[in-house]
């Protein structure tokens, strides 16, 4: 796509927008209340809004390569502090998707310089999950299974931050793990059961307010 094509775009956006709403931009620029905050991959076939059928200002979004929430990244960290604490969302998600090319990366034995301390989390999950994953033969089954793993471990790693512990404990706040199936378009919902991982989580990683 040319460059010049995307600000042609963006006035045909902006005509459509005023054409519903001639009070559209007026409302946007008033502020953000969402209800989400949603963390995924920076994988150019995966679009948040899109896949979800929302508006902008309806999701807090924040992507990186293989919906990864590292607790040394100060970019996911201050995401969800800011989420969580400030724009006080309901609902915090991690969505994955199968064909993932971080994923697969890490799946592979090979030296992707800068890229390396990165996969290493994501070859962390499958080593904390090697048992079932090498009892699955097939390869494109246990490649999916493992991005199913890997945002099951994501979410956990979301629990673990401070703020998430604060607001799961004073109003509730959810956090759920999905899927997005490329193939099909479905996003599906890996329904973690979360009441018993939290427990084991609020052992070992709870912080006294």
């Known amino acids: ?16 927008k005023l054409k519903k709403d001639s009070d559209y931009f007026s409302n946007l620029s008033k502020g953000q209340d969402p209800d989400i905050l949603y963390i995924g991959c920076s994988d150019s076939r995966v679009t948040a809004e899109e896949l979800m059928g929302v508006a902008p200002g309806d999701v807090f979004v924040h992507r990186n390569i293989a919906n990864m929430v590292p607790n040394t990244d100060l970019s996911a960290m201050s995401v969800i502090d800011y989420a969580v604490a400030h724009l006080k969302v309901k609902h915090v998600v991690v969505c994955g998707h199968y064909y993932c090319g971080g994923v697969k990366a890490a799946m592979q034995s090979q030296d992707l310089g800068i890229l390396n301390p990165w996969l290493r989390n994501i070859r962390d999950v499958y080593r904390i999950h090697q048992a079932e994953l090498d009892a699955i033969k097939d390869e494109e089954a246990r490649y999916k299974r493992l991005v199913e793993l890997n945002v099951q471990e994501q979410c956990i ?48 990683y709870h912080l006294d307010s």
């Not at 793990?177 to 989580?201: A, Q």
């Open 1 to 16: 796509m040319k460059i010049k094509q995307i600000f042609e775009n963006n006035k045909e956006w902006i005509q459509e």
């Open 157 to 204: 790693n979301v629990i673990k931050t401070a703020e998430v512990q604060k607001a799961v404990l004073d109003r509730g706040i959810a956090v759920h793990g999905w899927v997005f199936d490329i193939h099909s378009g479905k996003l599906i919902d890996l329904k973690i059961d979360f009441s018993e991982i939290l427990k084991d989580v609020m052992k070992i």
